[in-house]
């Protein structure tokens, strides 16, 4: 079955520091691939996704390109901020069938002044 | 444009009590997910509706666990005779009428259930 991998937690960074939280999948065909991320006490939101290989998603300073070679999609940050620290998941999804996404467990980034 | 509402956001149950959990999805968005998270965990997809119709359950307990999506009002999560094992924070999401093409799945705040 499809399933997705996420480096393990917790990650802690200095301000400025560049980040990369690795992700990996399992899937088959073409999935759709995203970064959610989860503030203290809220829900999730978009960060970025990318729909095809070699895609690339972007927002808020954040980047992840889709690898079907590598089946991964490690996101990564040149500069992080403390506003950036939060829970970061990586999901997949198909287009096909009942479009469920699949999340990996979580990584907890800490951002230290 | 409202963003997808939950109610309660917290929820304490005894356990053998029922717990109701409500999700309004946003405006035009027919479809709807519901997703549990365990603490420390990533979320688990639980089941997908539309109005009137479950269209995928394979994530839900076999037993206890029940959801609907009616023609009017919010969609429901019903968990009937709850153990401290229900204790999460359940999410939903929706999304409009699936196409085929990329789409997108907005989540609400959740509601954290306690069970005591």
């Known amino acids: 079955g499809n399933s997705v991998t996420q480096m393990e937690g917790p990650v802690t960074l200095s301000e400025e520091a560049f980040l990369t939280i690795n992700c990996t999948y399992t899937a088959t065909g073409y999935p759709s691939l995203f970064w959610y991320v989860q503030y203290p006490g809220e829900g999730l939101q978009l960060l970025l996704k990318?729909?095809?290989?070699?895609d690339k998603g972007s927002n808020k300073g954040f980047e992840a390109t889709y690898r079907k070679e590598t089946t991964s999609f490690h996101l990564e940050k040149g500069s992080v901020q403390v506003s950036d620290s939060a829970v970061y998941f990586c999901?997949?999804?198909?287009?096909?069938?009942?479009?469920?996404?699949?999340f990996g467990q979580g990584t907890r980034l800490t951002i230290n002044p | 444009n409202a963003g997808v509402m939950q109610n309660p956001r917290h929820l304490v149950r005894r356990r053998g009590q029922e717990a109701r959990l409500r999700c309004s999805p946003m405006k035009g968005h027919s479809h709807v997910y519901w997703y549990r998270q365990l603490p420390e965990e990533g979320l688990k997809f639980m089941v997908y509706l539309q109005k009137e119709n479950i269209i995928d359950e394979s994530g839900m307990p076999k037993e206890r666990f029940s959801a609907e999506f009616p023609k009017e009002g919010p969609s429901i999560l019903r968990i009937q005779q709850v153990v401290r094992g229900d204790s999460a924070a359940y999410f939903c999401?929706?999304?409009?009428?699936?196409?085929?093409?990329?789409?997108?799945?907005?989540f609400g705040p959740g509601t954290r259930l306690t069970v005591t």
């Open positions: 999401a929706s999304s409009l009428p699936l196409t085929g093409a990329s789409y997108e799945q907005y």
């Open positions: 990318a729909t095809k290989a070699d």
């Open positions: 999901a997949l999804t198909h287009i096909q069938g009942a479009q469920k996404l699949v």
